[in-house]
Nanobody, 121 residues
Framework: QVQLAESGGGSVQAGGSLRLSCIAS???????LGWIRQAPGKEREEVACMEWDGKTTYADSMKGRFTMSKDNAKNTLYLQMNSLKPEDTAMYYCATDSRPCAWIGFRYNYRGQGTQVTVSS
């Protein structure tokens, strides 16, 4: 059974940083792992996706600011977010899927409950 539990969200001023964590278990060894987000009144969007071999891709607006990593010993995913902007305000979810990242977009089969990130100007 796939289980995903995010933490680390909060409120921060523009230009600040946050690190999100996600304890993940029950997914297959070749599954893709990722972060997605959804702002009020907007469609869900992809943030970052990591293939089973560690290759990671980022949405254009997050490149250079966000970094996704994984600690296998702790079964934990991380999303380091720097230079945050008000438009980054959203609910952030970690997610997993058996398909390659290119096939998923933001439509993962499994996702957690989310953690709220609010960036003020």
């Amino acid at each position: 059974q796939v289980q995903l539990a995010e933490s680390g969200g909060g409120s921060v001023q523009a230009g600040g940083s946050l690190r999100l964590s996600c304890i993940a278990s029950g997914y297959g060894s070749t599954y893709s792992l990722g972060w997605i987000r959804q702002a009020p009144g907007k469609e869900r969007e992809e943030v970052a996706c990591m293939e089973w071999d560690g290759k990671t891709t980022y949405a254009d607006s997050m490149k250079g600011r966000f970094t996704m990593s994984k600690d296998n010993a702790k079964n934990t995913l991380y999303l380091q977010m720097n230079s945050l902007k008000p438009e980054d305000t959203a609910m952030y979810y970690c997610a997993t899927d058996s398909r390659p990242c290119a096939w998923i977009g933001f439509r993962y089969n499994y996702r957690g409950q989310g953690t709220q990130v609010t960036v003020s100007s």
